[in-house]
């Protein structure tokens, strides 16, 4: 891969997104060169499919509603059959109005989420004002597609509140980026959507978007052997993130599951 191809990568450019309204964000070469380097591993490491190979699980959701954006994941690692912690924090704060699920390699997706947070400082350095979601999801799509078939494994979404109101972008490890009211990403994603789907509106109060949140992640503990640990609950609005609760999955089950 030359250089300059990774170098124009980690640069956004409005050109690339489609939005007019977008300024031009840069940064001097020598802060892009602090990305990490690799090299292909299809070249240097032959039939590197055949031996490595991502088993992992989680489930993490994001939807919009009249109040402003829901976020939900539960805080389980897991490699392979085995459960490696129940104690992740799988919401990464990107700013104060910015925030980032994991799902896929979690070191994939914390280190990129955290880059990502400085390229979104430096802008707000920059040009005196917050970049927009639509922005901070662009640089980040930029960036994983350049590094596609490098072996990433992410399936991120960009959750925030702008100018425009509030705002999902999915974004993955093959450079997808998608606009979207409402998105669950992991293994247990089928599960959350079940719920999801049968309770969603676009005005749901904050305690009815809060508990539609919680039971969906719920339900993906209990079917997906990969999900469980504990259920956290972010909300977003025009001031910005809150942690609005995190419930053991354990008590969740009893509190939908009242002994007879």
Known sequence: MALTQVLSALDYHASRSGDAEEEHIGLPSEQLLAA????????????????????????TLAFKYNGGVVVAVDSRASSGAYIASQTVKKVIEINPFLLGTMAGGAADCSYWERYLGMRCRMFELNHKQRISVAAASKILSNITYQYKGYGLSMGTMICGWDQTGPQIFYVDSDGERLKGNLFSVGSGSTFAYGVLDSGYREDLTFDDAIELAQRSIFAATYRDAYSGGTVRVYHIDKDGW???????????????????
Do not use: A, W
């Open 36 to 59: 990490p380097m690799l090299p292909n591993p299809h070249e240097c490491c032959p039939g590197m499919e055949k031996h490595i190979k991502m088993v992992h699980g989680t489930t």
């Open 242 to 260: 809150k942690r609005i609760q995190e419930t053991d999955s354990m008590d969740l089950y009893f509190k939908y599951n009242p002994p007879k």
